[in-house]
């Protein structure tokens, strides 16, 4: 009976232990995760990537649906640091 009674306490214990294990360690890669992310080498903003996707087509003869798709392709490119 007593034994029966300390494994049931332990057992007790030991789920404490862990729970309050793993919220430290979910409030700690809250800490790290929160905030701005790294910024990529050579990324640029939305603007910027725009304007200088503009700059690079200006002149060309294209149809409408053509220069857009190259647009969104040029300034997902140049937004990701692939320029």
Do not use: H
Not at 4 to 33: D, P, Y
Not at 45 to 61: D, I, N, P, S
């Amino acid at each position: 009976m007593i034994k029966m009674f300390s494994t049931i306490a332990m057992a007790g214990l030991m789920a404490a232990a862990l729970s309050g294990a793993s919220q430290a360690q979910e409030k700690t890669l809250r800490k790290i995760t929160s905030g701005q992310p790294a910024a990529v080498q050579g990324a640029m903003t939305q603007a910027q990537a725009r304007k200088a996707c503009q700059a690079e087509m200006r002149g060309t003869r294209e149809s409408k649906k053509s220069l857009n798709l190259k647009m969104r392709q040029c300034i997902n490119q140049k937004m990701q640091g692939n320029s």
